[in-house]
C-alpha cells in the first residue's frame, strides 16, 4: 500500500513505499561504507559516467550533500527524499536554487542557468510540435523577470519569488527531482533501446 501526499496543485502523489523500501536497499548495498560518493551517485541512478545526464546528476548530488564533504551520508539521504515528497513549493525552489547555484557564491549567474537549463533539455529530451526557444531566449526571459535590480545575478529571493510570479518561469526553474520516477523513467529508456 502506497501513501498519498499532497502537493502545490492539491493533486495527491503515489507514494509507492516497497519502491522506497528498494531505494534504501539499493542505497545500502551500493555504499556499505554508509557514504555515497559522486561515482557511486551516478550509478545508483543508472547514470553512465560521461552521458547526457551525467552533468545534471551531479548538480543534484551537489544539493544533496549539505554538508559539503564531497558525500551523500544516509541522513542526507533521507532528508533528501523527504524534500521530494514532502517539501512545499518554496522548499523545492530553494533547492532548485541550490542546484543552479553550482559554485554555492549565493546567487545565479547567466552562465550557471544556462548550463543548467541546458542540462534539463538534454536530460528531458525535448521534443514538441510548437517552436522551442533557444537556450539564450529562455535565459533572458528569466533574467528579464526574475533578477529584480538588473544586477545579472538572482538572489535566492529573487529566485523564489521569480518563480513565484510567472507560471512559465516556474515551470522551467523548479527541477524534477523526484528520483523514484526519475529512476523509473530511465529504466523505460534503457529497455526501450533493447
Known amino acids: 500500500m ?4 499532497p502537493t502545490e496543485h492539491n493533486e495527491e502523489v503515489e507514494v509507492d ?13 551500493e555504499c556499505p561504507s554508509g557514504l555515497l560518493f559522486l ?7 543508472g547514470v553512465d ?38 517539501g512545499d513549493l518554496e522548499h523545492k525552489l530553494r533547492w532548485s536554487f541550490k542546484v543552479y547555484d553550482k559554485d554555492g557564491n549565493g546567487f545565479v549567474d547567466r552562465e550557471e542557468l544556462r548550463a543548467i537549463v541546458e542540462s534539463i533539455y538534454r536530460v528531458k529530451k525535448v521534443d514538441r510540435k510548437e517552436p522551442v526557444a533557444s537556450l539564450d531566449e529562455i535565459c533572458e ?24 510570479k510567472d507560471p512559465w518561469i ?18 523505460r529508456r534503457k529497455s526501450a533501446h533493447f
Open 170 to 187: 516556474l515551470n522551467m526553474l523548479r527541477l524534477d527531482m523526484n528520483p523514484y520516477s526519475w529512476v523509473l523513467d530511465q529504466k
Open 17 to 29: 513505499v516497497a519502491a522506497l523500501q528498494e531505494m534504501y536497499k539499493k542505497f545500502v548495498t
Open 39 to 45: 561515482h557511486e551517485f551516478k550509478r545508483f541512478f
Open 141 to 164: 526571459r528569466i533574467f528579464k523577470v526574475v533578477d529584480e535590480n538588473g544586477d545579472g545575478n538572482i538572489t535566492l529571493d529573487e529566485f523564489v519569488e521569480g518563480a513565484k
Open 2 to 5: 502506497g501513501q498519498t501526499q
Open 49 to 86: 559516467p560521461t552521458g547526457e545526464a551525467s552533468e545534471y546528476a551531479e548538480n543534484m548530488f551537489r544539493a544533496f550533500d549539505k554538508n559539503g564533504d564531497n558525500t551523500i551520508d544516509f541522513l542526507e539521504f533521507v532528508a533528501a527524499l523527504n524534500l521530494v515528497f514532502r
